[in-house]
């Protein structure tokens, strides 16, 4: 494994994770979500990441399938599980090509994934394919406020742009959209509801470090010698800008959970 995805990973792991109560909630809200009838509830996410989501529900007893393509992710969340990981089971594998039987879930969870497929239709059949009758297919995302990181994420996508390599931004909520207009097709109902809204500060240093690691999807199609001439750009931008790269600034945040449960 190289030292550039295990960096990256636990970039991750800092910069987009939730607080603990917020974490809570969104668990509270998955595992009211989930209709058992007696059974013990099995949770599979796809995407799992270093764990925000997981490790909660791991937490509260759920017998937990941690799927992810990206092996440095899944250590990292096996060091951070370690301690819980009798009921947990890590999959490293393509969301596309799951490998479960047809039916062997109460429950998917799918968190910031989508937009980051572009065969999208295929993993979301293979979503459903595992999924029991009475199964519930549940979907997250964050809606984000944050005008000053918004201010570096423009800067930098002016500055490749320059450089010749156009990025397109806006995918994630596309995809959202692409994927609830699937899901009517198939004859299910989904239903979106916001579960918590909160605050946070971030600071300029932390938001160009996320650039810095690419952990935005718009930032991946750009070769690397173009980003790193644009992030140099941007550190001399953000430092004339800001001033202090240390002072923090106020993120807003809102997490929504789309919910379509199989008849």
Known sequence: ?????????????RLRTYPPEVAGRIATAMGNALQT??????????????????????????????????PAMLEVFRQKAAGVMRKVRLLLADAREIPLPEGSVHAVIVVHLWHLLPDWPRALAEALRVLKPGGVLLEGWDRVKAEAECRLQERWQALVAEEGFPVERGTHSRRLK????????????????????????????????????????????????????????????????????????????????RTSRLS
Request: charged fraction near 35%.
């Open 178 to 257: 692409e994927v609830e207009e699937a899901l009517r097709r198939l004859g299910l109902r989904p239903k979106t509801r916001e579960v918590v809204a909160w605050r946070e500060e971030r600071t300029p240093r932390e938001a160009l470090e996320a650039l810095q690691e690419r952990l935005y999807s718009f930032t991946r199609a750009v070769p690397q010698e173009v980003h790193e001439r644009a992030m140099s750009r941007l550190l001399a931008w953000a430092e004339a800008e800001f001033g202090d790269l240390d002072r923090p600034f106020p993120v807003e945040k809102r997490f929504f959970l």
């Open 37 to 70: 009838r007696g059974e013990e509830p099995v949770l599979l996410e796809l995407g799992v990441g270093t764990g925000r989501i997981a490790l909660p529900l791991i937490a509260r007893g759920y017998r937990y399938l941690a799927l992810d393509h990206d």
């Open 1 to 13: 494994m190289s030292s550039a995805l295990t960096r990256v990973a636990y970039a991750y792991d």
